[in-house]
């Protein structure tokens, strides 16, 4: 079986939640920080880029941190310089929820194909407002909403990045940058309860949704 290494990029400010360094948001007694890594104690390594001057949790027997860079994409890239999982997983930490059953999609799914990703079908209409007004609606059938973790082979994500860096390439996900590769990324089902926290309403999302966690509140 292919050793996998998890890269938590958890150097964000969290400016629209309001409540200083997103990695140190505490739901339901724990941090976002600590709900994610209890999800991947499983793997062979995890590594976790922090603001900067941040001091580190306590070290955890296959948990590393390092300090990370001023975009998201800079912190992975630090991250993955360090990784020696054959496969790594690239997770927000603003995503304290981690279903097993995706993971196991996504380590299915990245064996066969070097990359995945989950997604989630569109429930809502969809439309392109026009100077603040209702616009055209879209068809929501072609669209979906990209989750993470995200699977890659470790030599194609760090292919990706350098090509990245070459051309001068900038991305809000990793699976951009290897589409941007070339490299097809294949999709599996996400899980609706995978959900980033972003606004401070999320909060309250989170709060009631750890009561029934397995390991959480309930």
Known sequence: ?????????AAGRGARLGRGPKALVRVAGRTLLEWTLEAFVWADEVRVALPPGLPAPQPAANVS????????QDSVARLLKGAGGDVVLVHDAARPFVARAV??????????????????PLPD????PEEGRYG????RSRYALVQTPQAFFR?????AHELARARGLTATDEAQLVRALGYPVELVKGD????????PEDLALAEALAQTWPGGGG
Do not use: D, N, Q
């Open 155 to 159: 030599e194609v994500l760090g292919e």
């Open 65 to 72: 941190f390092i300090e990370g860079g001023a975009e998201r």
């Open 125 to 128: 209409t969809l439309i392109e």
């Open 192 to 199: 609706p309860r995978m959900f980033k926290v972003t606004y």
């Open 1 to 9: 079986m292919a050793s996998v290494s998890v890269l938590i990029p």
């Open 103 to 120: 993971i196991e999609r996504l380590l299915e799914a990245v064996t066969l194909y070097g990359a995945a990703v989950p997604v989630l």
């Open 136 to 139: 055209v609606a879209l068809e």
